[in-house]
């Protein structure tokens, strides 16, 4: 095998419900893609679990369900999922930003040995960390109907409870880097100082 590592750029985005997570993924990939020419994958678990919903099969009905009412996937479908992704889709040369994975433990550590299979020996984490109470704030403010108090409370459970145990597991792992970013500030100060902790070196 051939060590990507250093000609790639392999990136996990983490973070709670509200804290931004998906537009800075997005303007990550930008900036990434303005300075090194791979084409970048984007591996946003909730995409590619409503695209999976989609389709008449019997676990796609059931995966709608769960979607649906906000509830819980098995790791087994989210790990299937984005496992499935780079079968097909990565070819050795791309880099790589995962959106939504990995939220539990049992991902984290499969996703950590799927990267060596790939023999990607260094990756990057970026935690956009905020509170709980800013989180619940941002929440309440977007005024989704699923955005219930009881909902939200549920969802900073969950992250406490499951996430940190992912996070605390990408900050003890010598393969990774893992990047503590504030995430309680705007959207481009927030994009600057990703800018600076992973590109500015």
């Given at each position: 095998m051939t060590d990507i590592s250093n000609k790639n750029e392999v990136c996990i985005f983490i973070g709670r419900s509200g804290c931004g997570k998906?537009?800075?993924?997005?303007?990550?990939?930008?900036?990434?893609?303005e300075i090194n020419d791979s084409n970048t994958l984007h591996i946003e678990t909730g995409s590619l679990l409503r695209e999976m919903a989609k389709s008449n099969s019997y676990t796609s009905k059931i995966v709608k369900g769960i979607l649906d009412v906000g509830g819980l996937m098995p790791e087994s479908i989210v790990i299937s999922?984005?496992?499935d992704y780079l079968?097909?889709?990565?070819?050795?040369?791309?880099?790589?930003?995962?959106?939504?994975?990995?939220?539990?433990?049992?991902?984290?550590?499969?996703?950590?040995?799927?990267?060596?299979?790939?023999?990607i020996l260094k990756y990057k984490v970026i935690y956009i960390n905020v509170s709980r109470n800013w989180a619940i704030e941002r929440l309440l403010?977007?005024?989704?109907k699923d955005d219930?108090?009881?909902?939200?409370?549920?969802?900073?459970?969950?992250?406490?409870?499951?996430?940190?145990?992912?996070?605390?597991?990408?900050?003890?792992?010598k393969n990774?880097?893992?990047?503590?970013?504030?995430?309680?500030q705007t959207i481009e100060q927030v994009h600057n100082e990703i800018n600076n902790k992973t590109f500015q070196k």
């Open positions: 998906g537009t800075q993924t997005e303007l990550y990939i930008k900036k990434l893609e999922l984005w496992t079968i097909n889709n990565f070819f050795g040369k791309e880099n790589i930003v995962f959106d939504g994975t990995a939220r539990r433990l049992y991902e984290a550590e499969i996703l950590d040995r799927t990267l060596k299979f790939y023999n403010a977007r005024g989704r219930t108090e009881e909902d939200i409370e549920k969802k900073m459970e969950w992250f406490d409870k499951e996430v940190m145990l992912s996070i605390d597991f990408f900050k003890n792992n990774c880097e893992f990047i503590d970013v504030n995430g309680e």
